[in-house]
């Protein structure tokens, strides 16, 4: 089987995360610059088998879109463009960067590690992973 890898974008960064092989753990994988993703991907894609992408879609509670939606949008269809062959789901990110600070405080992460946004990144993009892989029938 091949990995699935969720993205959490963002303007500045984007928090990446990606299953083993088998498709039942996610794990963070790396936060990269926004203009620095397909690279990444392109990279990341020729030395492991990607059979999915999970892009996070920020929505607010009563489904609205966010200010990043239309980012989130603009960068799926280069995503898509970029990977004709690669499926990509949209999978509801609310509550994800919540969630990931509530998880590196459980952790028992330092104050000064849990300021550093890329941290967070990875986790939410770990997050919405896990989310979708549990949706799954």
């Given at each position: 089987m091949a990995r699935i890898l969720a993205i959490d974008y963002g303007t500045k960064r984007v928090g990446l995360a990606v299953t083993d092989p088998l498709q039942l753990i996610a794990?963070?994988?790396?936060?990269?610059?926004?203009?620095?993703?397909?690279?990444?991907?392109?990279?990341?894609?020729?030395r492991e088998a990607v059979e999915a992408f999970v892009v996070g879609m920020?929505?607010?509670l009563d489904g609205s879109d966010t200010s990043n939606t239309p980012h989130v949008r603009g960068f799926l269809r280069i995503l898509k463009k970029?990977?004709?062959?690669?499926?990509v789901h949209e999978h509801?990110?609310?509550?994800?960067?919540?969630?990931?600070?509530?998880?590196?405080?459980?952790?028992?992460?330092?104050?000064k590690d849990r300021r550093d946004k890329g941290v967070i990144?990875?986790?939410?993009?770990?997050?919405?992973?896990?989310s979708f892989l549990a949706s799954r029938p």
């Open positions: 794990t963070a994988l790396d936060t990269v610059h926004s203009t620095q993703v397909i690279p990444f991907l392109k990279d990341y894609c020729q920020p929505t607010n970029t990977f004709p062959e690669i499926p509801d990110e609310r509550f994800t960067s919540v969630m990931a600070m509530q998880s590196l405080i459980a952790m028992g992460t330092t104050k990144d990875r986790v939410s993009a770990t997050i919405i992973l896990q």
